[in-house]
């Protein structure tokens, strides 16, 4: 079965640090792999996703992941953090029959000025 | 923004009452999904639809059951609320499945008295 391990349920970084958020998976299958963002009462936006096509993915407002297989992770990252950035990122992988995700328990980013 | 709605937006109920909130696309996507989202969890599948007439169980749907009559509407129900169902409820879509993005709704606030 498939899993998600976000590390960390709190990061706190300073404004214009960099921001890493951690996710490992395990996946049977070939991984299909998304990042999440949920800002304070809404729902959920997606940032990027990982279809196999290149093992770095850009996405929106400057974030970025990078897929390796050898490690199982799919890590968040984004040079300089903003005060805007601070939400709920989640990590999900596709599961196997690829109907459903499999969402990790999120990280929640504090960004301080 | 993806054309989801969920009603209501938030609703208190007793223990023991019958509860069902609707989540209604403009997008004729084919897949929907609830989820329930509760702190330290993350979010989890409680059902699914992958078409009108179809559905199948999620990973905490004991207690509760689904309807899709129509393509743009996907109807979750409380048979008998507990307390252990305060939660948020969110909906979200999918064009597809293999490497396709889900897109969620604004979600449901319920509180079980």
């Known amino acids: 079965a498939q899993s998600v391990t976000q590390l960390g349920s709190h990061v706190s970084v300073s404004e214009g640090a960099l921001v890493l958020l951690r996710c490992n998976y395990s996946?049977?299958?070939?991984?299909?792999l998304f990042w999440y963002v949920q800002y304070p009462n809404q729902g959920l936006q997606l940032l990027l996703k990982?279809?196999?096509?290149?093992?770095l993915v850009k996405g929106i407002n400057g974030f970025e992941a990078e897929f390796k297989k050898s490690e199982t992770s799919f890590h968040l990252t984004k040079p300089s953090a903003h005060m805007s950035d601070a939400a709920e990122y989640f990590c999900?992988?596709?599961?196997?029959?690829?109907?459903?995700?499999?969402f990790g328990k999120g990280t929640m980013l504090l960004v301080s000025p | 923004d993806a054309g989801i709605t969920q009603s209501p937006r938030h609703k208190v109920t007793e223990t023991g009452t019958p509860v069902t909130l609707r989540c209604h696309q403009t997008?004729?996507?084919?897949?929907m999904y609830w989820y329930r989202q509760d702190p330290g969890h993350g979010l989890r599948l409680i059902h699914y639809?992958?078409?009108?007439?179809?559905?199948d169980k999620g990973e905490v749907s004991d207690g509760y059951s689904v309807s899709r009559s129509k393509t743009e509407d996907f109807l979750l129900t409380l048979e008998s609320a507990t307390s252990s169902q305060t939660s948020v409820y969110f909906c979200?879509?999918?064009?597809?499945?293999?490497?396709?993005?889900?897109?969620f709704g604004p979600g449901t606030r319920l509180t079980v008295t």
């Open positions: 990982y279809t196999s096509a290149a093992t």
């Open positions: 997008e004729n996507h084919r897949y």
């Open positions: 996946s049977s299958v070939p991984p299909y």
């Open positions: 999900a992988v596709q599961n196997s029959g690829y109907s459903t995700l499999t």
């Open positions: 639809s992958y078409g009108v007439k179809d559905t």
């Open positions: 979200a879509i999918s064009e597809s499945i293999k490497g396709y993005e889900q897109y």
